[in-house]
């Protein structure tokens, strides 16, 4: 057959524009969110090169987004002092479509190994610049990259399938660095050159932005101003002294025009927790972690003495989904800021153990450098405390859940993390007095609600020495084993381990309260009530029935015994003393396959 002939798509450009911009972005206003979020990845690239390029920031103008709007025109103008573009870089970044220069960016520090400034950036998909047409006729963007000597300006217009890039002539339109665009509003959107409109959909969309935005506005102020008296009223005035020192005034309204600042700057986490509502936290916790729903608590605090860093922690509304996730959890959870200075959100238990990877929140410190890596991470001694209060604090807040007057809320808290929490036990051993009261169980006295260790020893009998459990796969086969009848008719309360790990975890526990927990399905169960004749009557009188049983069963069962544990059943399997129990090998079992 002939050879296949190679040809490349052709695409009408300004019509895959419209298409794009119409079908991505169903709310128009989001142009506004879009082109501050581009701003705001400029500054940021800007700071991190100047890490280690400390002369990009010759020019010392703040880094900060200006909006400027003209109602007149219909103009809206956004400034910035970013990184700015070459003029090759806009032929790429804005000439390219679904071209991202950011992503560009990302991947070249990540090829740099070197864990920058990273996720902070917003961009990714390169299509967000395109959406400035969803309200502009035309888009005018003169920039200043500090790469390059020169100022550029690119120039385009909605539906068109060219673009112009000139050099900037005008000494007046000179910027000293950064990016400065302009749109032209449709007629239908001119309302977006109000700066009331623009404040709204700031306060909105780009509250947390990390660079001041600061929009332009009309200003009034009242001023007291001397008004000139008419030679009449003057001359009354002569003849009374009091009145003659008292200059006669009128108030007038003074107006202007200045910037002003609508962004929260100072993160939330450098705030006083007094002064922020739980609404800010839940608000900044939706917004950095792209969550909907609220979390099920947060935690500001500050540490001071020998390390000194800053965080807000919160403990997410549901667990992440997936088997593995609880032991290899691979999260972006902590967000790491040294000043203010976003490093890193990749983590591999550096700052929190496994079993508490679930934990999400900001941690900001001054003590760190700012270029820290991974290794350094591993290997700091500040990272090493920091972990430790760190983890204590999510303690408390854990703690804090469970003291909550609302017995759901940490019903739902122990229903998405309490695997986490036996992980806990198995695993830290340090945290042991920490961990064992968040733990919940059924039992034999409470099979609709679970109970803590601590409600379990208020309601032990006064004579009780220990912690009585049984492990089961489910409420109802422990309900129903024989091993009960005998605690249930003394009214001795059992704990019911119907999660596989239960039993693992409590035997690293040990104890609780200096109150040993006890499998009562073991051979050596004591209640304490020992009756030795009667034992020895029995013995005699069943003695050979037992050797019988035994030599039936064989080598399947390792003895066949007189007991007193049993009220209503004729016989129950127990294990040995030493050996595991039916739990346990049900356990094993399941792994080996
Ligand atoms: P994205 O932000 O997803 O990368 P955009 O279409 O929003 O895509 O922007 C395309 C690219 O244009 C950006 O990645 C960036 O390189 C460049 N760019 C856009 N706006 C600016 C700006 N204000 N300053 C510097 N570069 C910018
Ligand atoms: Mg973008």
Not at 504 to 520: C, G, M, P, T
Not at 549 to 566: E, F, M, T
């Amino acid at each position: 057959p002939p050879p296949a002939e190679k040809y490349e798509y052709q695409a009408e450009v300004s019509r895959l524009m419209d298409l794009i911009v119409n079908s991505l972005y169903s709310n128009k206003e989001v142009f506004l969110r879009e082109l501050i979020s581009n701003a705001s990845d400029a500054l940021d690239k800007l700071r991190y090169l100047s890490v280690t390029q400390p002369e990009l920031l010759r020019d010392t103008v703040d880094l900060d987004i200006r909006i400027q709007t003209d109602k007149d025109n219909g103009t809206v103008t956004i400034i910035d002092s970013g990184i700015g573009m070459t003029r090759q870089e806009l032929i790429d970044c804005l000439g390219t479509i679904a071209q991202s220069g950011t992503a560009k960016f990302l991947k070249a520090v990540k090829e740099s190994k070197d864990s920058g400034a990273d996720s902070n950036l917003i961009g990714q998909f390169g299509v967000g610049f395109y959406s400035a047409f969803l309200v502009s006729d035309r888009v005018v963007v003169s920039t200043k990259s500090p790469k390059s000597d020169k100022q550029y300006v690119w120039e385009g217009e909605a539906n068109a399938s060219s673009y112009t890039i000139r050099e900037e002539t005008d000494p007046e339109k000179h910027i000293p660095r950064g990016t400065c665009l302009t749109l032209y509003l449709k007629n239908d959107d001119k309302g977006f050159a109000h700066p009331e409109r623009i404040q709204k959909l700031v306060k909105n969309y780009s509250q947390f932005v990390s660079f001041p935005i600061y929009t332009w506005h009309e200003k009034g102020f009242t001023k007291e101003v001397e008004v000139d008296d008419d030679p009449a009223e003057a001359k009354k005035d002569d003849q009374d002294e009091k009145t003659e020192k008292k200059k006669r005034t009128k108030t007038v309204v003074e107006r202007y025009w200045d910037w002003e600042l609508i962004n929260e700057t100072q993160p939330i986490w450098l705030r006083n927790p007094k002064e922020v509502t739980t609404e800010e936290y839940n608000e900044f916790y939706k917004k950095t972690f792209n969550e909907f729903l609220d979390p099920l608590a947060s935690s500001h605090f500050t540490t001071e003495g020998e390390v000194e860093f800053r965080s807000i922690l919160y403990v997410p509304a549901v667990a992440p989904m997936g088997k593995d996730e609880i032991l290899n959890p691979k999260t972006k959870n902590i967000r790491l800021y040294v000043k203010r200075v976003f490093i890193s959100d990749d983590f591999d238990g550096e700052l929190f153990p496994r079993y508490l990877s679930f934990i999400k929140g900001v941690v900001d410190s001054n003590d760190l450098p700012l270029n820290v890596s991974r290794e350094i991470l591993q290997e700091s001694r500040i990272v090493r405390i920091m972990r430790k209060r760190l983890v204590r604090k999510a303690f408390d807040m854990i703690l804090g859940i469970s003291l909550s007057e609302n017995r759901e809320d940490y019903e739902k808290f122990w229903e998405n993390y309490g695997k986490y929490l036996k992980l806990g036990c198995i695993e830290d051993p340090e945290n042991h007095k920490r961990l064992a009261p968040l733990l919940r169980f059924f039992s034999s006295q409470s099979e609709d609600e679970m109970i803590s260790l601590d409600e379990y020893v208020e309601n032990m009998k006064p004579e009780q020495k220990d912690i009585y459990f049984i492990a089961a796969d489910s409420v109802n086969s422990a309900k129903n084993t024989p091993f009960l009848e005998r605690l249930i008719e003394k009214d001795l309360e059992v704990l019911y381990f119907i999660d596989p790990i239960d039993e693992v975890a409590i035997q690293r526990l040990q104890s609780y309260k200096e109150k040993n927990f006890v499998d009562i399905s073991r051979e050596d169960l004591d209640l304490g009530d020992k009756n030795e004749e009667k034992e020895k009557v029995m013995k005699q009188e069943f003695g050979q029935t037992c050797d019988w049983i035994k030599k039936r069963l064989g080598n399947k069962v390792a003895s066949v015994q007189i007991s007193n544990r049993l009220s209503s059943s004729p016989c129950v399997l127990v294990s040995g003393k030493f050996g595991w129990s039916a739990n346990m090998e049900r356990l094993m079992k399941a792994q080996s396959v």
